[in-house]
């Protein structure tokens, strides 16, 4: 049996949840409490589905384990009551049944639950099955804090994008085995089904689109081929978040436990069985699905709180950290960076004369020009109004003068043309610029120096350096490029 000595980030992962056993039976409680008291660290007990219920709604568990019929209510009837509630709609639910038969497994996951299990389960599978279970939860929960903690208003809307047919793929042993299944699978599920040989999908993985849901074949015998797919699955950043169910081809604990505890998601423990997988893909594929939104709301909410939404150019929140880390990485690789604030010049008179409205599509396409003179390495941001912060790596003060020309030069080209309006608006932009490497000198920073107080201080003297370059510039008649000088 596999030593989870081997995989550190599944230590103590149940140690902190909390359980809630329900069965009418206090033997069969006993029984289960003996299985989990030692992986979780409370473990409650409720003798029906009325004294349950109240238990959820004064604190819900983090899994609920139901065995057998209760006193007052069959427990696929409470299984089904509880996942119908939408404040308990993503509890992980197991049912323990006496025999836990085929049947009695079709009849749990029709009612929602996330799997079913004989009541002689061992301890070890048991655990297995809840960690996996577990660790998709955990995920989902902490996405969900996320989200909150970050939630912008006009971030909560539905994100679309996810509407399109699921795409499952079946990593069989071989081809008649990936017919099979594809061909009793297509009657059941509405996805998109395709089969390859698991050697070939381990040769092809960087070539093909990832899948929502990946079904791969185990030989309980030779499984290693199975798990070692199942690694890359989990290994690669484009399958990572992929739904994996795993199909054994016979009963195998051993086989079992590895298999999830490598990071398949679910597994079937006695050959393909087309019903039985439908029902599992369907639940695996939906709260995946949950997931990848959830996922997308929080990625956009990260980078609305560090875009400026007019130009699309990162914005101060972001820039003034990032130019820290900049200093940083260059004072130690002994580099050299060149630190420039543009400004718009008039660009009062812009909003007097023609409106804020004109003045917003001005700021936009100097945007658009700037961004295209400079390489994805360099820094652009909109610090506020007509301004904007430009950081870009070079080996002197001289080709920084070169690049912020180049910047002058693109602003300045053409008019800006207001399309709706007819109009045509002539801009030109003023630049300061100051070098990291005049200030490490000036403020006495050695090149190993990893203080963050040090790093921090450098960029503030950088922009209060470019900013008096810049109104050097200003001073100068605008349209210009001016030079921090270095005090002697």
Known sequence: MMNLSLFPQFSGFLMAAHVLIVDSISANRILLKVKLAS???????????GEALDLLHAETPDLLVLGGDLVDMPAIELCGLIKENPAFSHLPILLVHTDGTRADRIEALRAGADDAFEMSVSTDALLARIRSIMRVRNSYEEL????????????????KGFDSPAQVLIAALNAPEGDQWTT?????????????????IMRDMSQFTAPD???????????????????????????????VLVVLDEANDTARINALDLGANDVIVEGFDAEEAALRLDS????????????KRVEDGLTAAVTDPLTGLFNRRYAIPHLSKMAQRANSQRGDFAVMLADLDHFKGVNDQYGHAAGDIVLSEIARRMRRCLSQADLIARMGGEEFLVVVQTSDAHSAAQVAQRLCDAVGSEP?????????????ISIGVAMGSDMLEAKGI????????SQDGLASALLDRADKALYGAKAEGRNTVTLSVTAA
């Open 39 to 49: 992986a979780f660290a409370h473990v409650e007990q409720a003798a029906s589905a």
């Open 144 to 159: 969900r804090l996320r989200e909150r903690a970050g939630r912008i208003p006009g971030l909560a809307e539905a994100v």
């Open 184 to 200: 009793h699978l297509k009657q059941m599920v509405p996805y998109g089904l395709r089969h390859q040989k698991v050697a070939e």
């Open 213 to 243: 849901a990946i079904v791969i074949s185990l030989q309980v015998a030779r499984p290693e081929e199975a798990l070692r797919l199942l690694a890359e699955v989990r290994a690669r950043a484009a399958t990572r978040q992929a739904a």
């Open 284 to 295: 695996m594929i939906a709260r995946k699905r949950m997931t990848d939104r959830l996922r």
């Open 416 to 428: 800006v043309y207001i399309r709706g309006r007819d109009i045509q608006i002539p801009v030109t």
């Open 446 to 453: 050695a090149a190993n120096s990893h203080c963050a107080t």
